[in-house]
């Protein structure tokens, strides 16, 4: 393929998805770091909350440590642990500080209750998946690589999906993407002609073979497949006109979720500025203790 005389550079087909074949995907793994492995093929169930049980209490510490201003009434308490230089007992300072970090930490934890909830939500959504020579209605984190599902008028894209045929005329489905990008206009896809003409029943669907095409990435354009096969726009989007289809990006490897990215922790205006207070007054402290040090009797004890 071509665009203005210049050959289009595309990514080897090395992504090999076997229609109806589970046991096929799980034997590929790729190398993650030193001799740790992972599927290669990851399962169809998202999960975009930041704790779990085990790691929120240690996780949510650490964020809450990064707020310059938890430090500095740490390393104070730490002071007030000395009677030679103490003003006040250590654990009135330490009770405040418990306050603030225990009324953020169920902040956080509710916040990642409903995404929890809301995974739970998304993760459940029925389908219909062939198994066999019939389809069975299945839960959306059920779905593995390779698997044809039947959608029908108004119902979620699970996955990364090739369209094989459609209900409607010439195998047309039309999308609608509102939730990826915003458009509420109706865009249109068209299946393969060859599998439009073979895939008429269940049976033909259950002996179809698969696909080749790029691996996993983040661009969320349309890709082009041998024969001119296109991919069908990124999960979830709304189809209309029932249709068949191969799933060949589940989960995490689907774009949509390649292209969420990771939670990062946010800071507003206010705490990127108390930060730069903190930091001017620990200097300032420092400043003043370190010239008045000498003139104190625990400084002249010490022979500083």
């Keep these: 393929m071509t665009a203005r005389g210049c050959p289009l550079a595309f990514p080897a087909f090395t992504w090999e998805v076997r229609a109806n074949d589970r046991n096929y995907h799980v034997q590929f793994r790729k190398k993650l770091a030193f001799c740790l492995t992972k599927k290669k093929y990851a399962g169809n169930a998202i999960r975009t909350a930041k704790y779990n049980i085990f790691t929120f209490l240690p996780l949510n510490l650490y964020e809450q440590f990064h707020r310059t201003a938890n430090v500095y009434f740490v390393f104070v308490i730490l002071l007030q642990t000395f009677p030679e230089i103490s003003t006040v007992p250590?654990?009135?300072?330490?009770?405040?500080?418990?306050?603030?970090?225990?009324?953020?930490?169920?902040?956080?934890?509710?916040?990642?209750?409903?995404?929890?909830?809301?995974?739970?939500?998304?993760?459940?959504?029925?389908?219909?998946?062939?198994?066999?020579?019939?389809?069975?209605?299945?839960?959306?984190?059920?779905?593995?690589?390779?698997?044809?599902?039947?959608?029908?008028?108004?119902?979620?894209?699970?996955?990364?999906?090739?369209?094989?045929?459609?209900?409607?005329?010439?195998?047309?489905?039309?999308?609608?993407?509102a939730e990826i990008d915003g458009e509420t206009n109706l865009k249109f896809r068209q299946a393969l002609l060859a599998t439009h003409q073979e895939l008429v029943s269940e049976e033909s669907m259950a002996a179809f073979d698969g696909i080749k095409c790029p691996p996993s990435n983040k661009r969320l354009h349309l890709l082009p497949y041998p024969d001119k096969t296109r991919l069908s726009r990124d999960a979830p989007c709304t189809a209309l006109g029932g249709g068949g289809g191969n799933v060949s990006r589940p989960g995490f490897d689907s774009k949509i979720m390649k292209n969420c990215g990771k939670?990062?922790?946010?800071?507003?205006?206010?705490?990127?500025?108390?930060?730069?207070?903190?930091?001017?007054v620990s200097h300032s402290c420092l400043l003043v203790l370190q010239r008045e040090g000498c003139r104190t009797p625990l400084a002249q004890g010490y022979g500083v």
Excluded at 103 to 114: E, N, V
Excluded at 130 to 142: A, E, H, V
Excluded at 145 to 157: M, Q, Y
């Design 90 to 177: 250590w654990y009135t300072l330490l009770f405040p500080l418990s306050c603030l970090l225990t009324i953020r930490g169920l902040r956080d934890l509710i916040d990642d209750i409903g995404r929890h909830q809301s995974d739970r939500n998304i993760n459940s959504r029925p389908c219909e998946i062939l198994s066999g020579k019939s389809f069975r209605r299945q839960k959306w984190r059920d779905i593995c690589v390779g698997d044809i599902v039947r959608l029908r008028k108004e119902d979620f894209v699970p996955a990364d999906m090739l369209l094989l045929c459609s209900s409607e005329p010439s195998s047309l489905c039309y999308v609608e993407t």
């Design 263 to 280: 939670i990062k922790r946010k800071k507003t205006k206010l705490e990127r500025m108390m930060d730069r207070l903190v930091i001017i």
